[in-house]
């Protein structure tokens, strides 16, 4: 079960969410609260969704969670931009959260673009 840790687009959504992570509980302040809960739930669900689709066993499965953590990946890119512009986030921490972005959502467009596998077996 566990062979979805050789997905490249896995280990992106991986470092993304920690990277997340521990950005925003770096430069924790009450005003950012509603901003970094959601980017945080966001970048959380790109990997969550890519291990359950997996886990499901199924290429229609896998497919279809792949498309929701995508979006989840355009959610994360979207409220990071907002985290940036507001200065909520050091330019820093955008500088080197945005490439896994950009990195995750590469990944997830080409596996969805080679028909995503079949679950565990095809996926590997």
């Known amino acids: 079960m566990r062979k979805y840790r050789s997905l490249v687009a896995w280990q992106r959504a991986r470092q993304l969410a920690l990277s997340i ?4 509980d770096e430069t924790n302040h009450p005003r950012t609260r509603a901003v970094f809960d ?6 959380i669900s790109v990997e969550a969704n890519i291990v359950e689709g997996y886990a499901l066993g199924t ?4 497919k279809r969670h792949l498309r929701i953590a995508l979006g ?10 907002l985290a940036a512009e507001s200065g909520y986030l ?9 490439p896994l972005v950009d990195e995750t959502i590469a990944t997830l467009f080409g596996l969805l673009r080679k028909g995503a596998g ?6 590997e």
């Open 38 to 43: 959601q980017l945080r739930r966001a970048a």
């Open 59 to 62: 290429p229609a499965q896998f």
């Open 72 to 81: 989840s990946a355009a959610e994360t890119e979207i409220l990071l931009e």
């Open 118 to 123: 079949a679950g565990k077996r095809g996926a």
């Open 21 to 24: 992570l521990r950005s925003t």
């Open 90 to 98: 050091p330019a820093d921490v955008i500088g080197r959260t945005q």
